[in-house]
């Protein structure tokens, strides 16, 4: 696991920076505390700070291969190299080291680009092919690794983070709007956007291409493909998921440092735990993070996983002020605005973990892949109510539900008053964007009443349910709900999800493994038909049915619940007028918003007619975003 970055200048007569490449690799240090490693040649420089988990002693990068024409450098890990070295070694390629990014290099040289297809792992990679003067960067299927690129005359940059490239003084800060306008309702902004204008983001299972003096090319190399569908039994189904998510979990056990899990005390969590703790020789070291609001806390389920397994078990509570004191190095590890307040306790959950283990394995992609939130239910099951004339479901029923009180000690994905009051937003925005139905943060109507005139005026025609529904559209599979998980997979996993786990652990220089990501686990799951995800009204059936022998009855029965934060709740309470002070304050806010509008969702929120809080949370992550990038 490490921090990658690099500047190809298209123009061969001119010679690369080493000195900028060194500043650019100093902003990486948290993400490879062991090592700098750097290969300048001319035009081209590659550099890399390394954190070392596979072969600690003798895989430092960039890495060449024999004759030096190639060279690369990675961040990730490929859980598959030593297959793929074994098969390399029979046809006749010889390695120097023990290294998984070696495997790379030879298997480019075998198979070129087409390498990328055989690697099962995350991954963010540069490879620079010398006698073809090829630069090859490439994300893994998921996107659980970033990359962000910037081209301009000054030539190619690149890093894993957007502060890599804020170095190079060409590069200016400027807010990219379109991007905060997604922001503002997915809480993330999404690929290939990012919040600076002219820095992108390389996309999930895409590569970049420069070729001889050319400019750059964006390709797709991969997709998950839901169709044709498995023709297998209950049965076999079972006996599949259960050899397929162990051998993940096994695969992600591989690790020369020490290891770990995060345990949440939720359904995939605690299956990862048990597939651990089946495959270790000592206890397991598992890490929990709660809160005094018993209602978000999961603790007390994680806790009875952490005995049945007889894991050595860390837990901790995250209160109010642990919030003020985090968000600014949490804003600093994101680069971007990130309004997913999960963010914050798993900051901290990392950063506790670290002196224990290096490497953490965690429940990423569970739901995503096997179909665990509510929504997926209520999309096929209120398909009638949206079919009901526009002035019952968008009026009669928001204006009475409007009137109710809206508590915030209960987490929205519990609190049936939250769901009624979806209700309106569900039948206006299109059926292809169920995150936008039931999880936006600001829909599109409450941004433009926000806007100040310009930002409503430019913004009025771009709805980001539209963004949404692009996925969904460009899925190769047939049903609702296979379209769905695709459309979720390419905007929120890749979005939000993956960036939160990896800024947050990697701010701690501790790697985060996500079993069901995993290749094969992806591409299985993605064929099976609709019957083994979801089933009546229970959600990742397959996992209750092939994982209840390992599980106490009470997780395995629980209904899903978020990793939330109550966010509302302090912003009504003891938050409330730092937040207040922190947005209302900010006047660099008031070019894009209406302070009259911000007041309201305050006194609205606080008189407990709305729950404003994840609202207001972006708002302030914002505006703490454009304080620490745009001071003075």
């Not at 005359?153 to 590069?171: C, D, F, N, Q």
């Not at 599979?477 to 999800?497: E, F, H, I, K, S």
Request: proline letters at 6%.
């Amino acid at each position: 696991m490490c921090g990658i970055c690099g500047h190809l200048i298209l123009n061969r007569e001119k010679q690369v920076d080493r000195t900028l490449l060194e500043r650019m690799n100093a902003t990486l240090i948290h993400r490879g505390p062991d090592s700098a490693g750097y290969y300048v040649q001319g035009n081209l420089g590659l550099a890399i700070r390394r954190l070392a988990v596979i072969d600690v002693a003798g895989g430092h990068q960039p890495m060449t291969n024999e004759n030096g024409a190639l060279w690369a450098v990675e961040n990730g890990e490929i859980y598959n190299f030593r297959e793929l070295r074994a098969g390399l070694e029979r046809i006749g390629h010889h390695f120097a080291t023990q290294s998984d990014t070696e495997v790379v290099l030879h298997g480019y040289e075998q198979w070129g680009d087409e390498v990328l297809q055989h690697l099962n792992g995350m991954f963010a990679l540069a490879l620079w092919d010398g006698e073809k003067r090829r630069l090859l960067l490439a994300r893994d299927r998921m996107g659980k690794k970033p990359l962000y690129w910037h081209i301009s005359p000054a030539g190619l940059i690149w890093g894993s983070e957007a502060k890599a490239l804020l170095t190079a003084p060409w590069v200016e800060r400027r807010v990219n709007a379109l991007a905060l306008h997604h922001y503002l309702t997915l809480q993330y902004t999404p690929d290939p956007l990012s919040i600076f204008e002219g820095i992108q983001q390389l996309p999930a299972g895409h590569k970049l291409v420069v070729e001889q003096e050319g400019g750059p090319q964006v390709f797709r190399w991969w997709q998950p493909s839901f169709e044709p569908k498995w023709s297998l039994t209950q049965e076999e189904v079972i006996q599949q998921a259960r050899g397929l998510l162990g051998a993940a979990v096994e695969r992600r056990l591989i690790s020369e440092v020490p290891l770990g899990a995060f345990l949440s005390g939720g359904l995939d969590s605690s299956i990862v735990v048990a597939l651990m703790a089946e495959r270790s020789s000592r206890p397991v070291q598992t890490f929990s993070i709660g809160f005094e609001e018993k209602h978000y806390s999961e603790t007390r389920y994680a806790a009875q996983v952490a005995r049945r397994y007889e894991t050595d078990h860390h837990e901790l509570l995250f209160r109010p002020q642990d919030l003020v004191r985090l968000i600014e190095d949490v804003l600093r590890s994101a680069d971007e605005p990130l309004a997913d307040p999960a963010a914050l306790p798993l900051y901290e959950l990392a950063r506790q973990a670290r002196p224990f283990v290096t490497v953490a394995l965690c429940g990423d992609g569970g739901d995503e892949t096997l179909a665990g939130y509510q929504r997926y239910v209520l999309d096929r099951l209120l398909r009638p109510y949206a079919a009901l004339p526009k002035w019952v479901t968008q009026s009669l029923v928001p204006s009475a539900v409007s009137l109710l009180p809206e508590p915030a000690w209960l987490p929205e994905d519990q609190n049936p008053l939250t769901g009624l009051k979806r209700l309106g937003q569900f039948s206006s925005v299109l059926p292809k964007a169920s995150l936008v139905r039931w999880g936006s943060y600001f829909t599109h109507a409450e941004k433009l009443a926000l806007y100040t005139d310009r930002w409503r005026e430019e913004m009025g025609p771009c709805d980001t349910a539209d963004w949404i529904a692009s996925a969904y559209d460009e899925a190769p599979a047939r049903n609702l709900l296979d379209r769905t998980l695709y459309a979720d997979q390419m905007t929120y996993l890749a979005g939000d999800l993956l960036p939160k786990t990896d800024r947050m652990t990697m701010a701690h220089s501790l790697e985060a493994r996500a079993p069901f990501l995993d290749r094969d686990w992806v591409e299985w799951t993605a064929r099976l038909p609709v019957k083994y995800k979801v089933r009546g009204l229970k959600t990742k059936w397959l996992l209750q049915a092939a994982f209840a022998d390992r599980l106490p009855p009470e997780i395995l029965h629980r209904r899903k619940q978020g990793f939330g934060v109550p966010l509302g709740l302090w912003l009504r309470g003891k938050l409330e007028p730092w937040a207040r002070a922190r947005i209302l304050g900010n006047p660099a806010l008031k070019e894009w918003f209406r302070p009259k509008a911000m007041r309201q969702l305050f006194e609205e929120n606080s008189s407990g007619r709305i729950n404003h809080g994840k609202r207001l949370w972006s708002l302030l992550m914002f505006s703490l975003w454009l304080e620490q990038h745009f001071k003075g």
